[in-house]
């Protein structure tokens, strides 16, 4: 049920009218042999899931954070899995970003001080200032219409580049500062809904993927437009002043 992984939340269906969690009993003992307690944390990203009903995995881990950031017993968890994520390192995954990556946004999520960091963290956290200073984002924009919201992984020039959504929050990416020429960007797994005013979401479709070229120019903003008639998905990228 964990493809793998530690842990994975099931959103209310028929046959899990209130959700459910699954957990891997192997993969909590080897996490807590290295870092005891840390695996805590992963449960409660699980019911950030079904707290916030979202497959963000950003969403649930900022969720998690402040839980366990508002009872004082389990700073040792966040102390815990901070240690287990730093030790990830640069190692990337498209849903979650790097193991800093999430180390970073649990620290600042949970209102930890940056002197309590790991150093590698707060080493980290300034190479991203730089990169931001250098490098380039790129925005999913809303569309009108119907469906007017999605997610997808997307990979430039068939590199993983890390998650994009417009569903709970509207997070740019940060790419590597692209040289003139064309370039090509890739949508996988690529979910879209309806989203209300009010934030009540439908879903449209799921597991779609489309692609796309564009030339760039050197500009360090970049935004992709999706288009879903109903049967086929399509992307564009537009350079923005």
């Known amino acids: 049920m964990t493809k ?63 839980q366990l950031a508002a009872v004082p017993a389990e700073r040792s968890t966040l102390r815990a899995v901070l240690l ?25 999520a949970a209102g930890i001080a940056e002197r309590e960091w790991p150093p590698q963290l707060v080493a980290y956290a300034k190479s991203l200032e730089v990169k931001a200073a250098n490098g380039t984002q790129l925005t999913l924009r809303r569309p009108d219409g119907y469906t007017n919201a999605a997610q997808m992984i997307v990979y430039l020039d068939r590199q993983p580049i890390g998650f994009l959504s417009t569903v709970d929050e509207d997070k740019p990416l940060e790419l590597p500062k692209l040289t003139p020429g064309r370039h090509s960007v890739q949508a996988l797994q690529v979910w879209l809904y309806h989203t209300e005013p009010s934030g009540i979401k439908s879903e449209v479709a799921r597991g779609l993927q489309a692609e796309t070229e564009f030339e760039s120019t050197g500009k360090n903003h970049l935004a992709i437009d999706f288009r879903f008639d109903g049967d086929t998905l399509a992307i564009r990228i537009e350079e923005l002043p």
């Open 4 to 66: 793998h992984g530690i842990g994975v939340a099931v959103q209310p269906t028929v046959f899990y009218p209130n959700g459910a969690i699954f957990l891997c009993p192997e993969r909590e003992r080897a996490i807590d042999a290295r870092h005891p307690g840390a695996s805590r944390f992963f449960l409660i990203h699980e019911y950030g899931h079904l707290a916030m009903r979202t497959r963000e995995e950003a969403v649930a881990d900022e969720w998690a954070a402040k």
């Open 84 to 108: 287990h994520f730093v030790d990830q390192g640069v190692f990337f995954d498209p849903l979650y970003g790097t193991g800093f990556d999430r180390a970073l946004r649990i620290a600042r």
